[in-house]
C-alpha cells in the first residue's frame, strides 16, 4: 500500500499547492491513501471546515492536527461531525472529536491514523507514549496499518516515539511547522 503523508500545511500558499499537486502525485505514484496535518491550514493557524473540505476535495483522505487545532472557534462543532478531522488522542477526555480512527482507501483496505502531541516543550498533555500505545491497541483489532503523527517540538521525542512503537506500527512521522524532522530512518 502506498500512502503519502503532508507535514504541515500552512495558510493558503499551502493548500495552493496541495491542490495543484496531490491529484498528479496520486497519480503518478499510484497512492493509496494521502494524510495531510492541517492545524494551520486556515490563515495560518488552525482550521475551517470551509479549510477542511478544501483539502478533501483536493484528495486528502484524513487531516491530523496539533496545538493549533482550536484557533478558530468553527472547529468545535465540525471536529464533532467530521471524524476524518483528527485532534491529538492525548487531549483530556472530554475534548471534541477524536483523536485516531479506521479509515478505508477507494479498495476497500483499511488504514488506522493516530494524533498525538508531543509535551516537550510544549503545553503538557497525557502521555504521548501511553496514548500511543492505548490507540495502537484499539486500531490493531481492525487493521495492521497503523500510521503515527506526533506533532511536537522536539526531534528527539518524535525519534523516541518511533522507537518506543516499532515493529507494532507502520509508520511514524513528525510534524511541526517550528522544527524540521529530517532525521529519517527505517527502524529494525
Do not use: Y
Request: proline fraction near 5%; glycine fraction near 10%.
Amino acid at each position: 500500500m502506498k500512502i503519502l503523508f503532508i507535514g504541515d500545511i500552512v495558510g493558503s500558499p499551502g493548500r495552493e499547492a496541495v491542490k495543484r499537486l496531490l491529484p498528479g502525485l496520486k497519480k503518478e505514484f499510484s497512492l493509496d491513501f494521502a494524510i495531510a496535518n492541517a492545524e494551520n491550514a486556515a490563515g495560518g493557524s488552525g482550521i475551517t471546515a470551509r479549510v477542511a473540505e478544501e483539502l478533501f476535495a483536493a484528495g486528502v483522505d484524513v487531516l491530523t492536527s496539533g496545538d493549533h487545532i482550536w484557533k478558530k472557534r468553527e472547529i468545535f462543532e465540525f471536529i464533532n461531525e467530521e471524524e476524518r478531522v483528527l485532534r491529538p488522542f492525548n487531549f483530556p477526555p472530554g475534548a471534541p472529536g477524536c483523536g485516531c480512527g479506521i479509515f478505508k482507501n477507494a479498495q476497500g483496505k483499511k488504514i488506522g491514523v493516530v494524533c498525538l502531541n508531543g509535551r516537550v516543550f510544549m503545553e503538557p498533555l497525557e502521555c504521548p507514549f501511553r496514548c500511543a500505545q492505548q490507540a495502537r491497541e484499539e486500531l490493531a483489532k481492525e487493521t495492521k496499518v497503523i500510521i503515527v503523527d506526533i506533532h511536537a517540538e522536539a526531534t528527539s521525542e518524535k525519534v523516541a516515539l518511533g522507537w518506543f512503537l516499532d515493529g507494532r506500527v507502520s509508520a511514524v512521522l513528525g510534524t511541526h511547522t517550528h522544527i524540521q524532522t529530517a532525521d529519517e530512518r527505517i527502524l529494525p
